[in-house]
């Protein structure tokens, strides 16, 4: 008998948490962003994933509550460590972006979390990847390709070109101008400018 009070409980528990959540998106479309920004953060300190997902975008966007990037990073993690994985992604970029780069431990901490959030086939996270490799301090050409190609084929143009630009440069891959223009046609297609150029030259 404990053990299924315990279980209606936690089954109680997690519902209130999905309802809190899903009023607050109803909230935040019809504009009333600080009565959705309350609704998620109730949520969210229930340990529901989405709900910190969502308290992270109100802070970080400033809906509902003021912009506050250090609160978004927190929320973030706590998402993160549950293996949502759109916050997986936006905990890293908070990590890359606004952390002083000396702080190793701390960029590849977000690296892990990136990788997590590309295999979960979060485009962005793959796309970023892809650029991080091939920018880094130390590229890795054929790893950063492997990304860019997740991306590409997620629809994302502007990774697209990027594996054009591997093909005509020979970066991870064998030089194939024929591959490159193929490429660039197909982010051209989708509307990418740089492709569009790129092909013009």
């Known amino acids: ?4 009070a315990f279980q209606l409980q936690q089954i ?6 999905i309802a809190l959540n899903i009023l607050g998106i109803e909230s935040m479309r019809a504009g009333h962003d600080r009565i959705a920004y309350t609704c998620f953060k109730l949520a969210a300190h229930r340990g529901y994933s989405k709900a910190q997902f969502n308290v992270g975008l109100c802070y970080e966007h400033g ?5 506050d990037l250090e609160k978004a990073a927190f929320y ?3 998402a993160a460590s ?3 994985a759109m916050a997986q992604y936006r905990y890293a970029r908070c990590l890359l972006c606004h952390r002083p780069e000396h702080e190793w431990a701390q960029h590849w ?3 892990a979390f990136l990788e997590q959030a590309a295999m979960a086939g979060i485009t962005e996270a793959q796309a970023y990847l892809g650029v991080f490799y ?8 054929k790893r950063g390709l492997k990304y ?4 590409a084929e997620n629809g994302d143009a502007q990774s697209r070109y990027h594996v054009g630009v591997c093909y005509e440069k020979g970066l991870g891959v064998q030089q194939s101008l024929a591959e490159a223009v193929k490429h660039y046609q197909q982010s051209a297609a989708a509307g990418n400018r740089d492709a569009r150029e790129r092909l013009r030259a």
């Open 134 to 141: 091939m920018r880094g301090p130390q590229p890795k050409e």
């Open 109 to 111: 901490k977000a690296v």
């Open 1 to 4: 008998l404990e053990e299924a």
């Open 148 to 151: 860019l190609l997740l991306a």
């Open 63 to 67: 809906r509902g509550t003021e912009k």
């Open 76 to 78: 973030y993690y706590h």
């Open 12 to 17: 109680f528990r997690i519902d209130i948490s």
């Open 82 to 84: 549950s293996c949502h």
